[in-house]
């Protein structure tokens, strides 16, 4: 029974979070095509700067969400309503002395935001843009909190629809908005309203789902579950520090050495790439919690199993998506935001090389998620961040390479770092295999992986020419998923993994 309440929890969960994400996406695409019709890629550039900048602000998080996230999977598997409320009053107070350490370091930043934009920006009062940013920011760590618990239990969906429902009236608030008063002021505000009401109904919904929070009367958390939190937190410090070095210096760079303009059409490549991120964290998301639910109840070889069939979902994900909007994502642009607004083929390959490798790390960071092991990952995005900055810094400042400096950088780091160090720390603490059978898998699918998008590459101005309107941009993007889901189940036809999920499918969905 376990196992079936898994499995329905898993699809539930993972298809209301697709779903969701998709509206999600096409709400950011309004957004984003509107905010180039009626502001320029300036602000458009501006809005990615503020976004970065909040990311090395958020500093002060560090990951405590991810390790307490973590110390509930116990409890809520084992239905201890008192460890679990404990847990929930730490948590709520650490964001909210959170919250108010970033609005506080926040107010102080603004005032060198106007050193960080190029000199021949003519964006008025961008100290006031970004203290609003920053509110929008803060306003969640006072309430979205609670979001945790309903995605530890099994009930991501809830969170899923929360977001899709605020997240589509207040598009439809900021593009009307823009429309008629062309105010970035005015998109800033109804995003912070809108922010506000959906974490105080999500707030409002855990606790009808899980009532016993609301109880006073809340005991401390357990010396053995503190421990263990402190010690997580401790590692997820260094590691959240690293990471978010490592992937929120771009826009900055390119900002500081390259101008707001060149961020501007930089973020439309971003957007792409980070919104369909989203939807596949959002269905990876869905699934951490059964995993951990499943490895806490399983022996180490069904563990193993899943590893590597969780592995082949990431790695066929990773192969239809990448090979699937790299094909189109040129066309794409020039029919949506217009010709000036394209960047060199070589650089769209580097992006999608680079997406393509950091989206097989799911694999991985999944199921270290899992196991908690952020002590053991402590030192490694310090590295990774390290070599991303310096290799990034020195090309953009010794080089003509421009944008695809820092895509370099990161690329560089993913290469050197990320692809080694991350499965020796999981292999060593978590998932019992052996290096050899997890490198030839993984190499195999970056290989795949690869030499599609390097054919690609070489097609890439015949396929440009040939997408001329939306029409045929839909009927091209829609045979070419097929087609690249057909090869990757062809060349992949006779493993295990694939097996299972033909098994799951028959079971599940044929039988009955």
């Known amino acids: 029974m376990k196992h079936d309440s898994r499995i329905i929890n898993s699809i539930r969960n993972s298809s209301v979070a697709l779903l969701a994400q998709v509206v999600i996406l096409l709400a950011q695409f309004s957004i984003q095509t509107v905010f180039v019709k009626t502001l320029g890629s300036e602000y458009l550039g501006a809005n990615g700067l503020f976004s970065n900048i909040l990311s090395f602000l958020s500093f002060a998080e560090l990951g405590i969400g991810t390790a307490i996230t973590y110390s509930l999977y116990k409890p809520i598997s084992e239905n201890n309503e008192t460890d679990i409320s404990a847990i929930m009053a730490l ?144 590692g997820a410090v260094v590691s959240k520090l690293g990471t978010i070095v490592a992937y929120s210096t771009d826009n900055i760079l390119i900002s500081k050495f390259l101008g707001l303009a060149v961020v501007g059409i930089y973020s439309n490549y971003m957007l792409i790439l980070t919104s369909i991120q989203r939807i596949t964290d959002q269905i990876f998301n869905a699934l951490i919690a059964s995993i951990a639910n499943f490895s806490n109840t399983n022996t180490n070889k069904r563990e193993e199993e899943l590893f590597y069939n969780y592995m082949y979902l990431v790695a066929g994900i990773d192969y239809v998506l990448s090979t699937s909007i790299y094909f189109v994502v040129q066309p794409f642009i020039r029919i949506w935001a217009g010709e000036s607004y394209l960047i060199s083929n070589i650089t769209v390959l580097l992006l999608f090389i680079n997406w393509s490798i950091n989206m097989m790390r799911n694999s991985i960071t999944s199921f270290m998620s899992v196991h908690g092991l952020y002590w053991e990952n402590r030192w490694k995005s310090l590295m990774e961040s390290s070599v991303n900055l310096v290799v990034g810094l020195v090309l953009i400042t010794t080089t003509n390479l421009g944008i695809n400096s820092v895509i370099i950088g990161t690329l560089t780091a993913n290469i050197l770092i990320n692809m080694w160090w991350e499965p020796i720390i999981l292999i060593s603490n978590g998932v019992r295999t052996t290096y050899l059978k997890y490198f030839s898998k993984y190499f195999k699918y970056v290989a795949i992986n690869l030499s599609s998008l390097i054919i690609i590459y070489r097609l890439q101005n015949i396929i440009s020419k040939n997408i001329s309107n939306f029409f045929i941009f839909i009927g091209v993007g829609v045979a070419i998923f097929v087609t690249v889901t057909i090869v990757f189940i062809v060349l992949t036809f006779r493993t295990s993994e694939l097996k299972f999920y033909k098994k799951v499918i028959s079971e599940r969905f044929i039988k009955h």
């Open 91 to 234: 948590f709520g107070k650490a964001y909210r002395l959170i919250g108010l350490f970033i609005l506080i370091i926040g107010l102080i930043f603004s005032f060198a935001v106007p050193s960080l934009v190029d000199k021949n920006s003519s964006i008025p009062n961008i100290q006031l843009m970004f203290i609003l940013y920053l509110g929008n920011s803060v306003i969640s760590y006072f309430f979205t909190y609670k979001r945790t618990l309903i995605i530890a239990n099994q009930q991501s969906y809830i969170d899923a629809l929360n977001r899709v429902v605020f997240t589509a009236i207040q598009t439809i608030l900021q593009v009307s908005f823009l429309l008629v008063t062309k105010q970035y002021v005015a998109f800033l505000l109804i995003q912070i309203i809108f922010t506000f009401i959906s974490n105080l109904s999500i707030s409002i919904k855990a606790n009808k789902l899980f009532p016993y929070l609301k109880n006073k009367s809340v005991s401390k958390v357990n010396k053995e579950v503190k421990d263990s939190i402190k010690r997580n937190i401790a």
